[in-house]
């Protein structure tokens, strides 16, 4: 079956370290995203990709990077500049063309903590 | 700037009651709508969406969501609650048919 395969489930970070989540997708969607969920605050956009070898910050980007360099995965680095990185973050991916565009795909999210 | 706005953090109801979760959107085009259930320690699953080809929406699980244009709202609900209901409830709007706009998630909690 197709779907987004987020890894690790869980994750933890030392001070001052770089920790790199992963997600790939077999759906063949062109655009595909990441969000931070924090209790009580939804989900927020942290960066999302429309096309290979591009990709747009989204509201919380500060702290984060990513790439695409293939379709089918969009890593997120949360680097030692994010100094609240405990959350649970998820992945997502869609088709750009038709009606209803955005998210309609996510992962089973990551849940990063400090040690 | 688009915005979603949902009324109540937490919901109770007891099973085979009438579920209500509201959400309200700020939007200056006509927006796309989508409702997402998420159950604990896992992603978001598409309840439903509304594209503009019929106002009233039916869903999986036998949720539904009804936009009112004149109110700016898209409530979700369903006849009669299930225990397997219980979860988190997000509703979410997109314009540009790219990222989407999340409320801050509704709590559904289901009694016996």
């Known amino acids: 079956d197709g779907g987004i395969t987020q890894s690790p489930k869980y994750l933890f970070r030392k001070e001052g370290q770089n920790v790199t989540l992963s997600c790939e997708q077999n759906?063949?969607?062109?655009?595909m995203y990441w969000y931070r969920q924090d209790p009580g605050q939804g989900l927020r956009l942290i960066y999302y990709?429309?096309?290979?070898?591009?990709?747009q910050k989204g509201d919380i980007a500060e702290g984060y990077s990513v790439s695409r360099e293939k379709k089918e995965s969009f890593p997120l680095t949360v680097t030692s500049a994010q100094k609240n990185p405990t959350a649970f973050y998820l992945c997502?991916?869609?088709?750009?063309?038709?009606?209803?565009?955005?998210?309609?795909?996510f992962g089973d999210g990551t849940r990063l903590s400090i040690l | 700037a688009q915005s979603v706005t949902q009324l109540g953090s937490h919901v109770s109801v007891s099973e085979g009651a009438l579920v209500l979760l509201r959400c309200n959107y700020s939007?200056?085009?006509?927006?796309?709508l989508f409702w997402y259930v998420q159950y604990p320690n896992q992603g978001l699953q598409l309840l439903l969406k509304?594209?503009?080809?019929?106002?009233l929406v039916k869903g999986i699980n036998g949720f539904e969501a009804e936009f009112k244009k004149s109110e700016t709202s898209f409530h979700l609900t369903k006849p009669s609650a299930h225990m397997s209901d219980a979860a988190e409830y997000f509703c979410?709007?997109?314009?540009?048919?790219?990222?989407?706009?999340f409320g801050k998630g509704t709590t559904l909690s289901v009694s016996s």
């Open positions: 759906l063949n969607h062109d655009a």
């Open positions: 990709s429309q096309i290979v070898n591009d990709f």
């Open positions: 979410a709007v997109s314009v540009a048919g790219t990222a989407l706009i």
């Open positions: 939007s200056s085009v006509p927006p796309y």
């Open positions: 997502a991916s869609s088709t750009l063309r038709g009606q209803g565009g955005g998210p309609q795909h």
């Open positions: 509304y594209t503009s080809a019929a106002t």
